[in-house]
């Protein structure tokens, strides 16, 4: 799972990514520093993974991960090439959804590409190139659509009616929600054209170093009056100052966050949010010498969750057998489990719920 931080230059996004990753990507007090996207790695800790182990005491424990991509900052005028934007764009539709960062520091010494510092308004100019470059996508697809539908290709016209309606509704400005029950013809036409504007997002203020202050708290309210008008939730962070704890001795930089009264750090909070925002789960498996937590979309069925595992477990499936991680450190075991007759056979299409321990049978 990926998750692409994006904003305007000079808003942060570098000192944030640099946060998560502890990796020094480039951050410069001049537009366009990062061309080639960075990414990075960071674990999603799940205290069941550690549970788990500390019962079967696995040679390695491996926790779930997310991918995250530093791209560079979009600009006024990005959906027709200005400042690289071609090219930027390019990089968010690779990913899975969206970390907004929208600057709510202010600092001389960093240079704001609009003259000075406005949530709105920088927010606008975002969501703005994302829904033009959305649209002149549209508009492209249909244009080669027009001429097999006029044919009376059925298939054509009913892309053609479903994609009208969509720049219909960016036309008015408005995001395209896509709809839950939509149907797998249609929904393989939008996996092929990764709307940038229908990608889940969420928005990180990027305060100040004092994460208390009169001018930290009123910007963050109206980042998050913003996030909650379009059904989405924001996280307040300090990126220099989480980036500076980072780079803290661990015991340094819990007293430090327990100095300022948190009980963990915005990164963690903002990690955690992420996940939640792809609607992703995870399941675990014990079997060998590896504990291990594997993070697939809500509703997967257990064969493709299989094949996060090895694809051999997805193409040569024959059965699973599980059982949830209550059941499982409330028995004791595997064995106990058995026993009690709580180790579930199921087929491949099962869907994974979150916590289920999975063994997987396969062919050879």
């Not at 990027?206 to 909650?228: H, K, L, M």
Request: glycine share 8%; aromatic share 6%.
């Amino acid at each position: 799972m990926e998750v692409g931080i994006v904003g305007l230059p000079n808003v942060g996004k570098s000192t944030l990514f640099n946060a998560l990753a502890l990796a020094q990507a480039a951050a410069s007090n001049y537009p366009y520093c990062t061309i080639d996207p960075n990414v990075a790695m960071v674990e999603v800790a799940d205290k069941r993974i550690a549970a788990l182990a500390s019962m079967v005491k696995p040679e390695r424990v491996t926790q779930p991960v997310l991918r995250f991509v530093d791209i560079a900052g979009l600009a006024r005028g990005a959906h027709k090439g200005e400042g690289l934007g071609n090219l930027f764009l390019s990089h968010i539709r690779c990913v899975d959804a969206v970390a907004h960062v929208i600057r709510c520091f202010d600092d001389k010494s960093v240079v704001h590409v609009e003259g000075q510092i406005d949530p709105v308004r920088d927010l606008g100019i975002v969501e703005t190139e994302l829904l033009l470059s959305d649209i002149q996508v549209l508009e492209r697809r249909l244009e080669k659509l027009e001429k097999t539908a006029r044919s009376g290709d059925q298939h054509a016209r009913k892309e053609a009616a479903f994609l009208a309606a969509i720049k219909a509704t960016l036309d008015e400005g408005r995001r395209f929600e896509v709809p839950d029950d939509l149907e797998p013809e249609l929904a393989a036409v939008l996996n092929e054209i990764q709307l940038l504007s229908a990608k889940p997002v969420i928005y990180v203020a990027n305060i100040g170093e004092d994460p208390c202050s009169e001018r930290s708290t009123a910007c963050f309210e109206t980042v998050r009056s913003q996030a909650e008008a379009r059904g989405t939730v924001a996280i307040p962070i300090s990126a220099k100052l989480e980036a500076e704890i980072k780079e803290l001795e661990p015991q340094e930089g819990r007293a430090l966050l327990n100095e300022m009264g948190f009980d963990e750090s915005a990164l963690k909070r903002f990690v955690r949010a992420c996940y939640e925002l792809l609607q992703v789960i995870t399941f675990l498996t014990i079997k060998g010498e590896e504990t291990r937590g594997w993070t697939v979309r809500r509703g997967t069925k257990v064969r493709d969750a299989a094949g996060k595992i090895h694809s051999d477990m997805r193409d040569k499936f024959i059965r699973a057998e599980v059982v949830s991680f209550e059941e499982f450190v409330t028995c004791g075991g595997m064995s106990e489990a058995r026993e009690k007759g709580l180790v579930r056979t199921e087929g491949k299409n099962y869907m994974v719920r979150d916590g289920d321990i999975v063994f997987v049978k396969f062919g050879r």
